[in-house]
């Protein structure tokens, strides 16, 4: 079994920050990428805010480039999303997601719980 746990959601006033936690545990041989999405309530999509590849090369949406900062520690399995200079429009559900092989050797994606982010005016 996989478990994957998010942490460090919360409000704050715009302009602030939050850092987000997302821990994979369980029969993990290897995690591939790691990314975090947000979904607005009352929309369907998720929105890929930043991912990072097992070797550290990251990306980001447009949105966010200059004021979220993914990194990952593979030791512990755990992704990170440092969120600065925040805004009322980055209110919204983030997801962790990450791609696992176990140690039985079958590849799958996993989705965290969701951790609310309110940024108030």
């Known amino acids: 079994q996989v478990h994957v746990v998010e942490s460090g959601g919360g409000l704050v006033q715009a302009g602030g920050s939050l850092r987000l936690s997302c821990a994979a545990s369980g029969i993990i041989r290897s995690v591939g990428t790691m990314a975090w999405y947000r979904q607005v309530p009352g929309e369907q999509q998720r929105e890929l805010v930043a991912r990072v590849l097992s070797g550290g090369t990251s990306d980001y949406a447009d949105s966010v480039k200059g004021r979220f900062t993914i990194s990952r520690d593979n030791a512990k399995n755990t992704v990170y999303l440092q969120m600065n200079s925040l805004k009322p429009e980055d209110t919204a559900v983030y997801y962790c997601?990450?791609?696992?092989?176990?140690?039985?050797?079958?590849?799958?994606?996993?989705w965290g719980q969701g951790t609310q982010v309110t940024v108030s005016s």
């Open positions: 997601n990450t791609i696992i092989t176990t140690t039985w050797g079958v590849v799958s994606t996993y």
